[in-house]
């Protein structure tokens, strides 16, 4: 069965500069999430989308926007990257329904040097 | 801030033992979810819980959802090398809403 894509799987940025992460929802899901995982730690809740529209938003910094396309995919705009930034970045993806149980891509690993 | 907090942290167990961890909450949660996660790749989903007292299985692993909903358990049987990982529980942070938050892992070694 088709999964959640994640693109690229493995970025590498400097300081001041800025990144696009990239999920492709598991075809027919209305819902992504995005997640920040530090090394050793649990995934971070950033920011929600359903249909398009801003769901939930938790501890995304203002440095960070996002935005649901209309073919429901996700982009994750990163701008003045700094060292703190580099961890594992994880979509997740679920259908419109409330409490419908989120899967989760591959992760994009972005590393600030 | 609103935590889940998982036990046992870590935990290394010989292979073919059963394995059991649990998640609490100070609050209510109407969803459980279990995931496990391997070093460099995603959670994947293990079992989805949905009702007080729901008793939940998925080949080897059983979890529960318990009556207070401020926690859930997790049972691996008989485990194997390829358990190996980190067990992480997971629930929405209020009912009906898309902000889900993550417990805090337990990292299960298996010893063959």
């Known amino acids: 069965a088709a999964g959640v894509i994640q693109s690229p799987r493995h970025l590498i940025k400097e300081k001041r500069e800025t990144a696009t992460l990239k999920c492709y929802p598991i075809p027919r899901h209305d819902t992504v999430y995005w997640y920040q995982q530090g090394p050793g730690q649990d995934p971070q809740f950033l920011i929600s989308?359903?249909?398009?529209?801003?769901?939930d938003k938790g501890s995304i910094p203002d440095r960070f926007s996002a935005q649901q396309f209309s073919d429901y995919h996700s982009e994750l705009n990163m701008s003045s990257l700094e060292l703190g930034d580099s961890a594992l970045y994880f979509c997740a993806s679920s259908l419109g329904q409330r409490n419908q149980p989120q899967h989760f891509g591959d992760g994009t690993r972005l590393s600030i040097l | 801030g609103q935590q889940l907090n998982q036990s046992p942290q870590s935990m290394f167990i010989q292979e073919g033992e059963d394995v059991s961890m649990n998640c609490t909450s100070s609050s209510i949660f109407n969803t459980w979810l279990w995931y496990k996660q391997d070093p460099g790749e995603g959670p994947v989903l293990l079992i989805a819980?949905?009702?007080?007292?729901e008793l939940t299985s998925n080949g080897r692993l059983t979890a529960q959802f318990g009556i207070t909903r401020k926690d859930s358990f997790l049972n691996i049987s008989a485990s194997i090398p390829s358990d190996v990982g980190i067990y992480f529980c997971?629930?929405?942070?209020?009912?009906?809403?898309?902000?889900?938050?993550f417990g805090t892992g337990t990292r299960l070694k298996v010893l063959a």
């Open positions: 989308f359903y249909e398009k529209m801003q769901s």
């Open positions: 819980l949905y009702k007080a007292g």
């Open positions: 997971a629930g929405p942070v209020v009912s009906g809403t898309y902000k889900y938050i």
